[in-house]
């Protein structure tokens, strides 16, 4: 057992280093680009772009989400049972049924956008739409990668795409292309991104013998899809993106850039959250099967860990979003310090999306999940109504972030009926606490210091704090020293002593 508790920590560990480098390039990506092109375009033409972006973005996460949700639960699941060959069958038909859809739909809304389609935004919005079919297919060999619990080729594919989106979105910024610029860097950079991830990993697969697909699973694919479908549906249109329909028809363009700006940076901030906690929904769904009896300590080591890193990101990022705003983008997005503010509060719910979710789908409860998303979302849409429609962009960011919250706690609650765990409380008010403490000496430094040399120093004076912080209030243990310290490993040298002197400070010795 010993030597399994290992196999899974080190398996995590892994799994978090990767997605911790895709993060640090995706975060300096991301932001720097939507940086760049709010600078670019300004509120009202941003507002526009991310209105006829939604559709893209919806349809692409929907179809997508379906088919590879499936690959990744059933390989899990025949992988931990030692049966590879019927893991490589569930490959196959995911990936050629993915194909055809994405063929389909991709066709439909081209004809869609010619016949009714602005023609003003045409051609930018075929390109987008095209963008959809590399997109959609590189969400199976992603989601496969995982049920191999090695997400190794998805970060070296993800470099791929996030390199050459910035460098088509550098050209476009400077070479004046506008939305056609913007919409192509998606193109190129999901086709990348394809590429690098499906090959090596259909190289992997042809060396293992192909089993026949039981018909019974084949039915449980097809209703799980459904099912999947039906959440990410809800996720895509009502938890993400709502806000913006109601922002459209109540407020207009420029209190739907304020947001989306909002909505980026918020998203930014869970990035790192998401990358331990993807690399532990990825053990999760294994060991769910293997050994139900760890899920528990895994779930609340994980969430300890989530903990650290959220509360000080979180509450950090609000307390130095004026200033923050008011050095990246110019005085027209003024109006969106409120929201960001908001956003980045009430976004850290989101961090423990995945470990509630995971377990459903483990538990075969998707139908479950379905009906408590549903209520959740008619929660947003309601208070999205009331909201907006008083307090624009303000009011999105209040109404998103109550709701999606009401939701994950509700999700957490049920899988508790199916998997016993639970969330370590007394550690989460300690880390709060070292937070709160650290956030009201960075606000207060930032009024004090105006501009980039606040900002500097507020981020330099949070660091320690907050370190010493957690120290004193005893947030982490001896247990935690152990499972941290093996990160150190694949630092280097500088950084590897610093990081290793960080840990042994923060986390107690042994008794």
């Not at 680009?33 to 972006?53: K, N």
């Not at 922002?247 to 850039?257: D, K, T, Y």
């Not at 999105?396 to 009401?406: K, P």
Request: hydrophobic fraction near 50%; charge should be positive; proline fraction near 4%.
């Amino acid at each position: 057992m010993a030597s399994q508790k290992k196999t899974v920590s080190g398996k995590i560990l892994h799994n978090s280093f990767w997605y911790g480098l895709e993060t640090i390039l995706e975060t300096i990506v991301f932001l720097g680009t939507s940086i760049a092109i709010a600078r670019y375009l300004g509120p009202r033409v941003l507002g526009y772009y991310s209105y006829i972006a939604l559709f893209v973005n919806v349809v692409t996460r929907t179809s997508g989400t379906g088919l590879a949700g499936a690959t990744r639960k059933y390989m899990s699941e025949f992988l931990a049972l030692d049966q590879p060959g019927t893991a490589r069958a569930v490959y196959n038909l995911a990936y050629r049924y993915q194909f055809l859809g994405a063929i389909c739909i991709t066709a439909l809304s081209i004809g869609a956008v010619v016949l009714f389609g602005d023609p003003a935004f045409r051609l930018v919005s075929c390109i987008l739409i095209v963008s959809i079919i590399p997109g959609v297919m590189s969400w199976v060999p992603a989601q496969a990668n995982q049920a191999f619990e090695d997400v190794t080729n998805n970060t070296y594919s993800a470099f791929g795409y996030l390199v050459s989106y910035a460098v088509i979105i550098a050209l476009t910024v400077y070479f004046k292309w506008a939305l056609v610029g913007v919409a192509s860097a998606m193109l190129v950079g999901r086709s990348v991104e394809v590429v690098l991830r499906t090959i090596p990993l259909h190289a992997k697969l042809r060396n293992i013998p192909l089993a026949t697909l039981p018909a019974d699973v084949i039915d449980r694919i097809r209703r799980f899809c459904i099912q999947a479908i039906g959440i990410q549906l809800l996720m895509s249109v009502v938890w993400d993106r709502s806000e913006i329909w109601f922002l459209r028809a109540f407020s207009g363009l420029e209190q739907i850039g304020f947001y989306s700006i909002s909505f980026t940076l918020s998203n930014n901030l869970l990035v790192i959250p998401r990358t331990f906690g993807n690399a532990t929904g990825i053990s999760l769904m294994v060991e769910s099967i293997r050994d139900p009896g760890r899920i528990d300590k895994i779930v609340k080591n994980a969430c300890r860990y989530l903990l650290l890193v959220v509360f000080p990101v979180h509450l950090g990022a609000a307390a130095i979003a004026r200033s923050a705003i008011g050095f990246a983008y110019d005085a027209r997005y003024a109006p969106a310090v409120p929201v960001i503010m908001i956003a980045s509060i009430l976004s850290m719910p989101r961090a423990f999306q995945e470990i509630s979710e995971v377990l459903m789908r483990s538990a075969d409860r998707q139908k479950e999940l379905l009906t408590w998303l549903s209520i959740t979302g008619l929660v947003n849409i309601v208070l999205d109504y009331v909201l907006i429609r008083r307090y624009g962009a303000v009011g999105a960011a209040w109404g998103n972030g109550l709701a999606q919250s009401f939701g994950i706690i509700v999700v957490w609650q049920q899988a508790r009926r199916f998997y016993n765990f639970s969330f370590p409380i007394q550690s989460a008010i300690r880390l709060f606490a070292a937070g709160s403490i650290m956030a009201a000496v960075a606000f207060f430094i930032c009024r004090s210091v105006p501009g980039l040399l606040g900002i500097i120093a507020a981020i330099a004076a949070a660091i320690p704090i907050y370190l010493l912080l957690v120290k004193l209030f005893h947030g982490l243990d001896f247990s935690d020293r152990v499972r941290l310290m093996p990160i150190g490993n694949r630092l280097p040298g500088s950084m590897r002593r610093l990081y290793t002197a960080t840990v042994a400070f923060v986390t107690p010795g042994q008794d």
